[in-house]
């Protein structure tokens, strides 16, 4: 029948023009039928943890009490160019925003509400300030201004968080209380070191530190006392020169530290004479140049006698050329030999 035809003809051409297919053999009895591999995606990691902030103090110091973590507290003035920057450059830091992950923090405004109330109770004259505290309460580190670049922001609240780590092992332990002393003479509260320090002093010296002498400890009892109580850092600093008299580390940095303090004092006479017996006893330590630079200062600044200054500063570049501290004396030097023409000042 002529209407059959071209049906025939399109179903042939289907036929020909369809994708050939496989018949997949038979699977034996007791087989077990093997399944197509199909590729697993990787899973994703977490989202990184990134600070939260409180509005409220009260807050923050809950969440640090529960949790046992440090409380940060911010004090910010909205409309100071110093709080701007410090928020821009260092809080909005993506690794600053996930360290601070790990704290209770709060900011809290400075310029007005309750946090203005709070911030005159710190004693600090300008936002921003920078707080932090223990889980309990304790204030163990604080600093005024803007803290750039982020880095060394992270690295000043690292070392509340290593002093509180090593100030919390159970049980007592000299050498994890060593570890928190030197930690805390990195914060502002350096003179809370103290107490820990007699503590270790009481011990047999067989229970101290390995490498830790009385020698060190009372070294770093002066150092912690330097600024907070000037009468108590000179008792542990001389006791540092009768155990390590020849110790050019330690009764060294001793003399060194009381030269500091002397001059502070305006006792530029004796701040003078330390400088000379550490360059006589010491020639050879490492901060032979600070003692040169020191004792020229003390008698440029504090003596009034240019002359002399200037022939300590010549000795120094003389006898030490390849000393790192030779370009800031020559500096200190073009500054000096103006006046020392002008002759005595009075």
């Not at 990195?186 to 503590?199: F, Y």
């Not at 020849?246 to 002397?262: F, K, V």
């Not at 006479?269 to 200062?297: H, N, W």
């Amino acid at each position: 029948m002529p209407g059959i035809l071209p049906v025939l003809l399109s179903v042939l051409s289907q036929l020909q023009t369809a994708p050939a297919t496989s018949t997949a053999p038979a699977t034996r009895p007791g087989a077990v039928e093997s399944q197509p591999a199909t590729a697993t995606a990787p899973a994703e990691p977490p989202p990184p943890k990134v600070v939260r902030w409180h509005g409220e103090y009260d807050q923050a110091a809950e969440e640090a009490r529960k949790a046992g973590r440090l409380l940060l507290v911010i004090y910010y003035d909205p409309d100071a160019p110093a709080s701007q920057t410090f928020e821009e450059m260092t809080l909005s830091d993506r690794q600053t925003r996930e360290f601070l992950a790990g704290f209770a923090a709060v900011k809290l405004n400075a310029a007005k509400g309750p946090g203005e109330k709070r911030f005159a109770q710190t004693g600090a004259k300008e936002a921003p300030l920078t707080q932090v505290f223990s889980p309990d309460g304790e204030l163990l580190d604080w600093r005024p201004g803007c803290m750039i670049p982020a880095a060394a922001f992270r690295e000043r609240l690292a070392s509340s968080l290593e002093y509180w780590k090593a100030a919390n092992v159970k049980p007592f332990d000299p050498a994890a209380r060593w570890r928190a002393v030197q930690a805390r003479l990195k914060l502002a509260t350096c003179q809370e070191a103290v107490p820990e320090i007699d503590k270790l002093l009481k011990l047999p010296a067989k229970k101290l530190p390995k490498d830790v002498t009385p020698a060190l400890m009372h070294l770093t009892r002066g150092e912690a006392l330097l600024l907070a109580d000037p009468k108590r850092a000179e008792q542990s600093l001389q006791k540092v020169r009768e155990l390590a008299a020849a110790d050019a580390e330690l009764a060294g940095q001793a003399i060194l530290l009381l030269a500091d303090m002397c001059f502070r004092a305006e006792r530029c006479t004796q701040a003078r004479d330390l400088c000379a017996e550490y360059i006589s006893s010491f020639p050879k330590a490492a901060d032979v140049g600070r003692a040169y630079y020191t004792k020229a200062m003390v008698e440029f600044r504090g003596l009034k006698d240019a002359a002399a200054a200037g022939r300590t500063l010549k000795e120094f570049i003389e006898k030490y050329p390849d000393d790192r501290g030779v370009v800031e004396a020559k500096d200190l030097l073009d500054i000096i030999e103006p006046a020392e023409k002008k002759g005595p000042r009075k």
